[in-house]
Each structure stands twice: as C-alpha cells, then as structure tokens.
C-alpha cells in the first residue's frame, strides 16, 4: 500500500524544488507558499517531505516519540501541556516565550540522529510581506551536568550559572548554542586585534562568552566583571558593547519575536 508520504512525494516532490532558471522572487513565493499549504492540509506528512533530504525519516512526532528519547515521558500530553513540562524548571524566567511557544506550535518531534537527539518545535510565523509561513525552534536533550569546552577552559571561563538552567531544559535552543559551541571572542578576535595593532576600549575580547551569534557578525554574550557575569550585544562593526541584560530577560524578549517586520 502506498504511504501517504509517497503520494505526497509523487505528487508536490518537484513542485517544491526551486526552478533556478526562474527569478528568485516569484520562486521564492511560490515555494514558500506551498510548503505552508502542504503542512495546513497533511500535517506531520507534509513535514517529513519538505525535510526529506534532511533525515525527516527519522522523525518521531508527539505521541508516538519513542521509548529511547530523552522526551518520550511527554507521549499522552497535547502541545501546550508538553511545552509547559518541558519549560517548567524556568517557567518563571520565560513567561513570554513559554506562551508564545504554546500558541505558535503546531507540531512537536523528537529528530534521532547518530550522535544525539534533537527536539523540534514547528511553530506558525509571517513573513515581512505578511504571508504565512513557519519557523522551526530546535532543542537539544536536556543536560544537568554541562561541561566547559576547551575553548572555556583556555580561557577560565565556567559555564554561567543561568545557561547552565537554560541547558537543564535545552543544551542549546533556536539560535542560542549549546555547550559544544559556545566561545570566548578572544579565540577569534585577539588575532584579529594583534594584527591589526587595534584593541577595543572598555572591556577585554577574553572577558565575552558568545551565546547567541545574530548571523551578520553581531552576537549577544556573557561580559564577565570581577566574576559577576550579565549579557550584552556586542556590535561588529564598531566593537563596542551595549549596556548589560539579564540572560534570561534577553532570550525571553528576543525568541518570543516570530514574525518578520
């Protein structure tokens, strides 16, 4: 018997490809626009043949996450009260983003891979020119005990006590890194000042831990001061510092905003 996602497949699998000999623009809207009324129609189907090509045969939707997930206690709940059992050690510290995950998710899965497990939150967003679309939030499995990496270690720096909360939920979730991936700016950046003989003023490279890269060169850090630690935006372009954010203030302002403007 044929599966739905193979009628699914035969059916949209090449309309959902972009023609690249057609303008980027009109391709872009017609691709975009048909993935949302896929999913609006066959749901959970029609995600694991947009991600096809990205291990969807190894996704496990809400109910049926199995019994080697780290998730699989949340089997028998519905969305809202999974994400409310998820969220609940920081339910205090996230209001906004815990609601705003409830109302915006339509599908929550489990992604098994060969390393590890990861957990995806499908959640409904518009576009900057008001269609309808997705964005997808992604989680890592829950770690108590997080480990400094090397990369910490070479610079003594421990893991902040409110990421290490945030780990104990997600080691790393949407855009904020998770243990493997968070670094000191020196790594990168004291080269860079060495050979340019240009240094920043007010604080030290080695003194911001980056959590939350903004893909155009930004990125929100840790700024350690006499072994307190709160956040700042650091800018690339002129190498300064905003003024300090609490951590959890930040992510519960800056992952509750979706849609694009």
Not at 92 to 108: N, Q
Not at 211 to 221: E, L
């Amino acid at each position: 018997m044929t599966s739905m996602l193979d009628q699914l497949r035969n059916e949209y699998g090449d309309q959902l490809k972009r023609d690249r000999s057609k303008e980027f623009g009109p391709e872009f809207v017609r691709t975009t626009d048909l993935e949302r009324q896929l999913v609006n129609r066959y749901g959970f189907d029609a995600i694991r043949l947009i991600f096809e090509d990205r291990n969807s045969a190894n996704y496990f939707p809400l109910g049926q996450l199995p019994h080697d997930c780290p998730w699989t206690h949340l089997n028998g709940l519905d969305l809202r009260s999974a994400i409310e059992k998820i969220f609940a050690p920081i339910a205090a510290d996230v209001p906004t983003l815990i609601e705003t995950l409830a109302e915006r998710c339509e599908h929550l899965y489990a992604e098994k891979s060969e390393a590890t497990w990861a957990l995806h939150y499908f959640l409904n967003m518009t576009l900057y020119d008001e269609r309808p679309y997705y964005h997808i939030y992604s989680g890592g499995p829950p770690n108590l005990s997080p480990r400094i990496n090397p990369c910490l270690a070479k610079y003594d720096w421990p893991i902040p006590s409110d990421l290490a909360r945030l780990y104990a939920v997600h080691d790393g979730f949407g855009p904020i890194l998770g243990t493997e991936h968070i670094c000191v700016m020196a790594e990168i950046m004291d080269p860079i000042c060495q050979k340019q003989d240009t240094y920043p003023e007010g604080y030290q490279f080695r003194d911001l831990l980056e959590f939350h890269p903004d893909g155009a060169g930004n990125a929100q850090c840790f700024y350690r001061q006499d072994g307190k630690f709160t956040t700042v935006d650091w800018d690339h372009e002129v190498w300064e510092i905003s003024g300090p954010q609490d951590f959890f203030d930040y992510i519960d302002q800056r992952l509750s905003e979706l849609d694009e403007e």
